[in-house]
Nanobody
Framework: QVQLVESGGGLVQPGGSLRLSCAAS????????MGWYRQVPGKERELVAV???????NYAHSVKGRFAISRDNAKNTLALQMLTLKPEDTAVYYC?????????????????WGQGTQVTVSS
């Protein structure tokens, strides 16, 4: 069973930055695309960023230019660098892995999920 463990969340002021990390328990990074999702209470989980095995990345419009997703296949780790954070970025952030090759914006296509890490942007 694959386990994904996120870290790096916390409380930050608007305009600040955070770096989230995700570690996998087994070597799946060579075959799985990886994504970061976020969710706030009462709303559906939304895709923040996704990166394919080959390293191609896509971002939600709301974070483009502020967030950067990266992966280290050798270390089985995924990262999300978040800059210029806004209060509306407040959410629980989840790391997820999918064996799918298309429709990577569909949360139902992801096979494994982490437990999530809280990010709060507030003054």
């Amino acid at each position: 069973q694959v386990q994904l463990v996120e870290s790096g969340g916390g409380l930050v002021q608007p305009g600040g930055s955070l770096r989230l990390s995700c570690a996998a328990s087994t070597n799946i990074f060579s075959i799985y695309s990886m994504g970061w999702y976020r969710q706030v209470p009462g709303k559906e989980r939304e895709l923040v960023a996704v990166i394919t095995v080959g390293g191609s990345a896509n971002y939600a419009h709301s974070v483009k230019g502020r967030f950067a997703i990266s992966r280290d296949n050798a270390k089985n780790t995924l990262a999300l660098q978040m800059l210029t954070l806004k209060p509306e970025d407040t959410a629980v952030y989840y790391c997820a892995a999918t064996a799918a090759y298309f429709r990577l914006d569909d949360a139902n296509r992801y096979d494994y999920w982490g437990q999530g890490t809280q990010v709060t942007v507030s003054s």
